[in-house]
């Protein structure tokens, strides 16, 4: 290792020590063990670009380790991504760029938003899905314009976590051969050494998936670092895993201590630190003017990729315009939003229908309209709907396919599909049973946490799933998603309802979209309409301006709701039915649309929705009611679940009577 080198190795110790140090709060273990490897990639091996982090081909790279970010942080500020020292020394404080775990959208460079362990992990084979796709559908020979790998750091948290399995065997699965992991193998966690509950053979495991796998003995020999990164380039038969022995907390008296994982080295310790590594100054966030001249040389030298891959990409367009054109298609947030006035888009047969049977008519419309539309499920497409006719499987043997088979690994999918859509250029959906959700929640948070708007098709949506079973039924789950920000719930009562929801989950920017679909056939509804697209409005309306009582549901309790309507016309009560199939999007309505819809002076409501009540009281107020599941549900056939739990005309009638 040159001098240079090992200066510039230690700068990004340096600076994450002295961050964590100023911020009282932090992890610096991950970042001093995994500097060498770290700066060994990003200066050697992987393309990118400090000018412009998102040019489309470069290498991502992604911190699943989200907790050791001041070592990413560290790098972006020294290869000149925009990050100062004053960032750096505002670490973990509020409005600054430097956040306690890498948050993408709000700092330049950073590519996902890593948090929960594992996260990255699967979010990276999503990214290397994504490429191989691309490439398929874009490179000519002698044009490999998508043409990049995919590098992923995590620890041994990252190793445990469960997601981590379940992404990894699909990567193996597919052979993804540009995805290449970095494992920071230092064998401690927060309580203490991993032998206390992690013994296995991580790279038999990775074996077993179908990787390449290699092992660096020593972390901080970056000649030993550099040819495996080669080694796994080589490799495009299959993904490469390599273990890197490292000593968390380096440099420092708590090197291989688990106290040096998750809290300040101290001023004592990162004094004693920067004389062990021979740091020329004990100044906080002191870099000599030669280790930047170093990162500012091999920034330049990074820009030639671009350069390179743009004077490629003019001759491709001018060779292939027809491609030059699906490009920007692909590359278009706002492809579709013409679906608005295509009548073919709205228009359905007036039958008795599933949402499901439905959404997967949408899906085949679509697939022509946005051709970078790809999804799948969790081994359900056929009973969620949701595969796309002649549009071929994504495989191992053909990454041109849009159809994609995640295999029964519902938060690996989730997750894997954010990658998919961080990646640029995709549109993507997920699909599983609404009860499901549960396990699909925690990545669906990252989602709305990055703004990455894809569509979750959520199928056997209440207790009309029937015979299968409380299991399967889902009761609480409506409540969980509307409870979390930036993310929309939609659960149509019908096929134009369906058309709506698809619509605005299509043309979303930067919210999540949840379909909740029936598995039960329901009527297509008189009075459904594109108001759908404003989340409630009135479907069947009142004789009177002002009406006796309000009816509310969403789904397929809507029909009873207008059933119920009926019924209560003869005996002389006045109804107005609302269609709500979607709080979320109602609430961000015009007060004067809102009062229009709900008028305040109303107050005899009733909600009716096969789920829990929880989310209802905002709407039925104080004198209001509900026609909800107070309990979970049973095995039997649909319609007699739907009449043992309350949700008949009858009851609904008696219910509207009790508020009045």
Known sequence: ????????????????????????????????????????????????????PKWPNRDRFILSGGHGSMLLYSLLHLFGYGLTIEDLSRFRQDNSLTPGHPEYGHTAGVEATTGPLGAGMAMSVGMAMAEAHLAAKFNKEGYPIVDHYTYVLGGDGC????????????????????????????????EGSTDIAFTEDVKKRFEAFGFQTLVVEDGNNLEEIGAAIEAA???????????????????????????????????????????????????????????????????????KDQNEWEKLFAKYCKEYPEMKELWDKYHDENAAKDLMDKEEFWTFENKAEATRNISGKIINKLKNYLPNLIGGSADLAPSTKTYMSDMGDFSKKDYSGRNLHFGVREQAMTAISNGLMLHGGLRAYVSTFFVFSDYVKPMARLSALMGVPLTFVLTHDSIGVGEDGPTHEPIEQLAMLRAMPNFTVYRPADATECAAAWYYAVTSKKTPTALVLTRQNLPQLAGSSKEALKGAYIISASKKDTPDAIVMASGSEVELGINAQAELEKEGIDVRVVSMPSMDVFEAQSEEYKESVLPKKVRARVAIEAATDFGWGRYVGLDGATVTMKSFGASAPAGVLFKKFGFTTENVVKTVKSVL
């Open 233 to 303: 380039k080589a490799d495009l038969s299959r993904p490469s895993m390599i273990t890197v022995k490292t000593k968390i907390g380096y440099g420092s008296p708590k090197e291989g201590m688990a106290s040096a994982h998750g809290e300040p080295l101290g001023a004592d310790n990162i004094r004693a630190m920067k004389e062990k590594l021979g740091w020329p100054s004990q100044e906080p966030f002191y870099v000599p003017e030669e280790v930047y001249a170093n990162y500012k040389a091999l920034a330049q030298e990074k820009a």
């Open 159 to 190: 190793m445990m976590e469960g997601i981590t399995s379940e992404a990894m065997s699909l990567a193996g699965t597919l052979g993804l051969g540009k995805l290449i992991v970095l494992y920071d193998s230092n064998k401690i966690s927060i």
């Open 1 to 52: 290792m040159s001098n240079i080198d090992t200066m510039s190795v230690n700068a990004i110790r340096v600076l994450s020590a002295d961050g964590v140090q100023k911020a009282n709060s932090g992890h610096p273990g991950l970042p001093l063990g995994s500097a060498a490897m770290a700066y060994e990639l990003w200066a050697k091996h992987m393309k990118h670009n400090p000018a412009d």
